[in-house]
């Protein structure tokens, strides 16, 4: 079946150490995007790839960094410098067809939890 | 960049109830697109919208593309239990969501 999994499912860590979230796809779509939602809030834009190789800052990229280095593999670090990183995340994909749908496929995303 | 308002930010209604939220654009928009998120899992395609003025149902669902191209409906008909979550609309464009709509249902 294809679909997008993320894990962990639930991460605990000490204030001050990085941690990365892993997101991977096997739907054969081209971008990936990661977002992050804080309890009662919607989806905020952390990053977005459309192509391997290729990234753009979202509305929120300050204190996360990501890579694409293979299209099917999009992970998010979330770095000391991030100040307040407990969250859920999300990770998405989407084809880039010039027709049809286009709309995005969610993982099941990961808590992270901030000691 | 282009704002999403969706209203109301909550809804507390009984079962069997029908229900009705709205999504409002700054910008015009090509599609319109709705998602529900159950609690703890990510958001899933309900519903979307191509054209202005087009009207579509899903089962219980239905929504509207407004004929200004800014701004969308949904409805639920006869809630039930598992209808409660996270409700967002969003564009296939940006990628940006509106704040949610959060639905309960009280059996």
């Known amino acids: 079946d294809g679909g997008i999994t993320q894990s962990p499912k639930y991460l605990f860590r000490k204030e001050g150490q990085n941690v990365t979230l892993s997101c991977e796809q096997n739907l054969n779509h081209d971008a990936m995007y990661w977002y992050r939602q804080d309890p009662g809030q919607g989806l905020r834009l952390i990053y977005y790839s459309q192509i391997v190789n290729d990234f753009q800052k979202g509305d929120i990229a300050e204190g996360y960094s990501v890579s694409r280095e293979k299209k099917e593999s999009f992970p998010l670090t979330v770095t000391s410098a991030q100040k307040n990183p407990t969250a859920f995340y999300l990770c998405?994909?989407?084809?880039?067809?010039?027709?049809?749908?286009?709309?995005?496929?969610f993982g099941a995303g990961s808590r992270l939890t901030v000691l | 960049g282009q704002q999403l308002n969706q209203s109301p930010q909550s809804m507390f209604i009984q079962e069997g109830e029908d229900v009705s939220m709205n999504c409002t654009s700054s910008?015009?928009?090509?599609?319109w697109l709705w998602y529900k998120q159950d609690p703890g899992e990510g958001p899933v395609l309900l519903i979307a919208l191509y054209k202005a003025g087009e009207l579509t149902s899903n089962g219980r669902l239905t929504a509207q593309f407004g004929i200004t191209r800014k701004d969308s409906f949904l409805n639920i008909s006869a809630s039930i239990p598992s209808d409660v979550g996270i409700y967002f609309c969003s564009n296939n464009n940006d990628m940006r969501f509106g704040a949610g709509t959060r639905l309960t249902v009280k059996p």
């Open positions: 998405a994909s989407r084809a880039l067809r010039p027709s049809g749908a286009n709309v995005l496929t």
């Open positions: 910008s015009i928009f090509n599609t």
